[in-house]
């Protein structure tokens, strides 16, 4: 009862948020020097395109009209067209989403796998030479831009060693697991180091709580006091900065999909910038915006299941 | 509660603890927060750990059930049935632990775990220590939390910390202790951090259980009024040390230790109204410090020349005394404290 109004209640602190970022995007084409219009439009446009533009825009209306006419058309998906791709925005956006979805999945799941063992093990053997082996050695992947890692797994995994395809995405599940598996590991090195230093560090600070010792006191074998008393505390800040780093997943993944040109929406995001296809950056700045609402939504979720004190309502 | 108590002689042993010492690394220097100390607890009595803030109360009980070895070096003797507890593998102390002996923490607020119910917290104990099935363990730990005073137990199961008070998760972290009947509870200042009138419930509630399922107990606590109400024995701990020990009785009557005498004369109770507290002069030591005789000395008005050069043992039969110079009824000059 209380987990289905706090879910309510965070998902209408989002609309306030999401009112801030449609005011920007709206802003963002009208402070272009000249005509929105022309700036929404292919260069080739015809007068009459133009027009339409304007029409759709309601450019010709007061400005409390059109920011009206910008949350309906939003609202109902009518995005405009993409004026590089000369498709309807919505759908090109629809179209390359899987692909990133999948890809930050993945990479999620690889930081996850990585981090989380290490982050134990340094943790439990804090400033011993495993610990400081680890921690060195994800230094140097967070100091090694994660497009430098990309062209060297895509080196020598994929063009050297032939395992694993250089560009695409596949069709099928099996395809996309393999097709992705790299440019995952290219985001998931950089991802993992940021969780891993996070986690050791609260894996430490929970290690030595007097909850932990009277756990021992029990008599319980360490796997259960590591895993049920240790563990879930620690994750409740590691979740949250999961979800904070969503940025530079999202950056990371923006960067990767253009290294193994994967067909997602970062690397289009990033076609759309070279070729100044408002109407395509306008919509991909939105799709961002709901994303990461729904990543902060979910992370809330999350920590509210694994903390039963969040719950009150 | 004191009157059978008297001959030492006869009662069994329960536990032995002999020259155990612990000492942390503190930087470059060893931190010695137990040191050499020797006691014992007989079946089902009282014994009380009574000392000032950092005397090494604690770290002395959880030396005895293994806590403090992964955090320093223990040395000494546990004995337990014939088991050394000290060097016995971690595997089977954890056997005994939370089984034969029980031990409360001080802390009622941040010794049980935030994330997990109360239910769960009091069932991961038995399911470690019996037989019982998920219903048979249901129905102890509803069994357990009425036994310690928590109302309406049947639908507190599924409550988290947060969720009790302060003198409740007191009561919780009992029930957890007693859940497999330990023959030896350590109460590690069970009711420091609690209200006046729930201290007294809490005490009684432990008594109570003491006396009705034959357990022994270590009572630790810095209130010399509690240890009077409720322990058959008293050993007082300073610096680290014990330095006296005996029947709670002839301990607080005729104290021969300077730093027990100053203790007691702290006690508001035990003076007469309206005259001015009487409080120990100067700070405990540092442990990192400690003066190389006796580590009371820099406060003790009644310090003799080897005070300062050798550490004074602790002597005696039943009533014991670490003292150069003890308030020896009579025989020394300086005579009343
Ligand atoms: N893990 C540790 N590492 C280093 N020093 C420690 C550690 N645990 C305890 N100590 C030190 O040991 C000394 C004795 O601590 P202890 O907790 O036994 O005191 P206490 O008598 O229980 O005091 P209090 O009445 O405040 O609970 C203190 O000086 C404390 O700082
Ligand atoms: S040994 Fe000396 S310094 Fe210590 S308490 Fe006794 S008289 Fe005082
Ligand atoms: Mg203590």
């Excluded at chain 1, 134990?120 to 030479?129: C, E, K």
């Excluded at chain 2, 399922?213 to 040390?241: E, F, N, P």
Aim: contains cysteine; proline residues 5%.
């Amino acid at each position: 009862m209380s987990s289905i109004s706090y879910f309510i209640s965070r998902l209408l602190q989002i609309i306030p948020t999401f009112l801030i970022v449609m005011v920007i995007i709206f802003m963002l084409v009208r402070a272009l020097p000249g005509d929105p219009a022309i700036a929404m439009a292919d260069a080739k446009a015809t007068a009459e395109q133009l027009e339409q533009i304007r029409q759709r825009l309601g450019l010709n209306e007061p400005i409390w009209v059109q920011f009206g006419l910008f949350v309906k058309n939003t609202l109902t998906g009518n995005l405009g067209d993409s004026i590089l791709l000369k498709a309807p925005v919505t759908e090109v956006i629809f179209e390359r989403l899987p692909a990133s979805g999948f890809l930050a999945l993945y990479s999620v799941l690889f930081s996850l796998l990585i981090a989380g063992p290490l982050a134990f093990v340094a943790a439990l053997n804090r400033n011993g030479w495993i610990d400081i082996t680890i921690r060195s050695a994800f230094q140097i992947g967070l100091s090694t831009p994660v497009f430098y890692i990309g062209l060297i797994l895509l080196t020598f995994l994929a063009a050297k060693m032939r395992w694993f395809p250089v560009g695409g995405y596949g069709a099928t599940f099996w395809e996309h697991m393999h097709h992705l598996l790299l440019p995952a590991l290219t985001v998931a090195l950089y991802t993992s180091a940021i969780i891993m230093r996070n986690l050791r560090s609260s894996v430490i600070e929970v290690v030595d709580a007097e909850y932990v010792q009277f756990a021992r006191a029990k008599g319980l074998p360490e796997h259960i006091i590591l895993g049920r008393h240790v563990l879930r505390n620690a994750l409740i800040s590691t979740v949250t900065l999961l979800g904070l780093s969503i940025g530079n997943l999202m950056s990371g993944t923006l960067v990767t999909e253009t290294v193994f040109a994967v067909p997602g929406v970062g690397r289009l995001m990033l076609d759309a910038i070279f070729a100044r296809d408002y109407p395509l950056i306008q919509g991909l700045t939105l799709t961002f915006a709901v994303l990461v609402s729904i990543i902060f939504l979910l992370t809330d979720m999350i920590q509210a299941m694994l903390d039963p004190r969040l719950r009150v309502s | 509660m004191t009157e059978t108590k008297t001959d030492f002689g006869t009662c069994p042993r329960l536990l032995e603890v002999s020259n155990l010492s612990t000492s942390f690394s503190a930087g470059t220097k060893q931190l010695r927060a137990v040191d050499d100390v020797s006691f014992h607890v007989n079946e089902g009595e009282v014994l009380g750990i009574v000392g000032e803030s950092g005397s090494g109360k604690s770290i002395t009980l959880r030396s005895i059930i293994g806590l403090s070895r992964r955090y320093g070096q223990v040395s000494g003797e546990v004995n337990w049935q014939g088991n050394n507890l000290v060097t016995m593998p971690e595997r089977d102390l954890r056997k005994i632990r939370g089984k034969d002996i029980a031990m409360i923490f001080q802390e009622p607020m941040s010794s049980l775990n935030p994330l997990l119910t109360v239910g769960l917290q009091i069932g991961e104990n038995l399911t470690e220590h019996t037989d019982l099935d998920k219903r048979g363990r249901k129905n102890r730990a509803i069994e357990l939390l009425e036994m310690v005073g928590i109302p309406d137990a049947v639908n507190r199961l599924n409550d988290y910390p947060h969720q009790f008070s302060g003198g409740m998760r007191q009561r919780v972290m009992i029930a957890i202790a007693l859940a497999s009947n330990p023959k030896l509870l350590l109460a590690d200042e069970p009711t420091t951090a609690l209200d006046v009138t729930i201290q007294k419930q809490i005490l009684k509630l432990i008594l109570d259980l003491s006396k009705d399922l034959g357990m022994a107990v270590i009572l630790v606590t810095h209130d010399l009024g509690v240890a009077a109400q409720t322990c058959d024995r008293l050993a007082v701990m300073y610096g680290g040390k014990l330095v006296e020990t005996g029947n709670t009785r002839e301990v607080l009557r005729a104290p021969q230790h300077r730093y027990t005498m100053g203790l007691l004369k702290s006690v508001p109770e035990n003076i007469e109204p309206r005259t001015q507290l009487y409080s120990l002069p100067g700070t405990p030591p540092s442990l990192l410090n400690l003066p190389l005789g006796c580590a009371f000395a820099p406060r003790c008005a009644h310090a003799v020349d080897e005070c300062s050069r050798a550490k004074p043992p602790l002597v005696g039969d039943a009533h014991q005394v670490a003292c150069f110079n003890p308030v020896n009824q009579g025989q020394t000059p300086i005579g009343a404290a």
